[in-house]
């Protein structure tokens, strides 16, 4: 047989095995020195109406919470809702009983890498609660709240009350500088808060009014309510800063990377192993050509 059927293969034997063993050695040192850093990408959140009231009907022989909210988001998923109504059953001769109209009634909570921000707009809206059919707990004109947090920066909120609001069927004048009072003889009473908000590093929160409501119609006893009521609410959460990547001068390891030692005084770099094991193997593959080409010629 010719020697030469047994050279070709060896080398290319040999030539292969160096290839696949350089070409590992960066593959395997990326998988063991790379760190995937999760970040928190923050929250957000949103509603129009929030209100926790206890009913009480017929003279207190029922009582029927009143907890609901309109249009209420969360993220981290960006979601928007835009119902115009809230409605509650069970208190108006087991007829749905509407809690809040309103021509606009929006609210979004949006998350992103970037940022985190909640906000809301009410429009031409109108609040009854039991035992006022007919006259409204509060009428705005429009009220609108935005928290926004963006990574890295400090966060901001704001409500805002544009136009007039009637309580109770009063027009009054609304101011920042504390609460304002209500009273409205064999109704009852009504306290609001103006454009409440609050930050702090990392987080905001607004809400364009905040009322504490006790209403028991001409002390009839037939309904009465006590509680609190929030109209357009916003809050928010800044995302984590991104994680600097692991400085090779700082002496510190990547997560999850095996420690090295260092071969700079060597004159070696991280690639040398990988150099090294390519070089033996180049050696073994060329002693076997050697061996085979001895075998061919004998």
Not at 273 to 291: E, F, K
């Amino acid at each position: 047989m010719n020697s030469n059927n047994f050279r070709m293969p060896a080398r290319r034997f040999a030539v292969t095995a160096a290839a696949g063993v350089l070409t590992a050695g960066p593959a395997v040192l990326a998988g063991a020195g790379s760190a995937h850093a999760t970040t928190d990408h923050g929250r957000a959140s949103a509603v129009v109406l929030r209100t926790g009231l206890d009913v009480s009907l017929l003279n207190k022989s029922v009582n029927v919470p009143l907890t609901l909210s309109l249009n209420e988001v969360q993220a981290p998923r960006s979601a928007g809702k835009t119902a115009l109504t809230a409605q509650l059953d069970g208190v108006d001769g087991g007829k749905p009983f509407s809690v809040l109209r309103a021509d606009v009634a929006t609210a979004h909570a949006t998350v992103t890498p970037a940022g985190a921000e909640g906000s809301t707009n009410l429009a031409h809206a109108a609040l009854h609660v039991p035992g006022l059919p007919l006259l409204s707990l509060i009428e705005v004109e429009q009220v609108t709240s935005k928290a926004t947090c963006e990574a890295g920066r400090k966060p901001v909120a704001s409500a805002n009350l544009l136009g007039s609001v009637t309580v109770l069927g009063k027009k009054v004048t609304l101011t920042a500088g504390g609460p304002t009072e209500v009273k409205v003889p064999g109704v009852g009473e009504v306290r609001l808060d103006l454009s409440k908000t609050e930050t702090t590093s990392r987080t905001a929160a607004a809400s364009a009014l905040e009322l504490n409501v006790s209403i028991n119609p001409l002390k009839l006893n037939v309904a009465e309510v006590e509680g609190t009521v929030t109209l357009a609410g916003a809050t928010c959460e800044a995302p984590d800063a991104a994680a600097p990547s692991a400085d090779p001068g700082s002496g510190v390891e990547p997560q999850g990377a095996p420690a090295e030692a260092n071969l700079a005084e060597t004159g070696g770099s991280s690639m040398t192993p990988y150099i090294a094991g390519g070089a033996i193997a180049l050696l073994a593959a060329g002693g076997g050509v050697v061996v085979l080409a001895r075998r061919g010629r004998g």
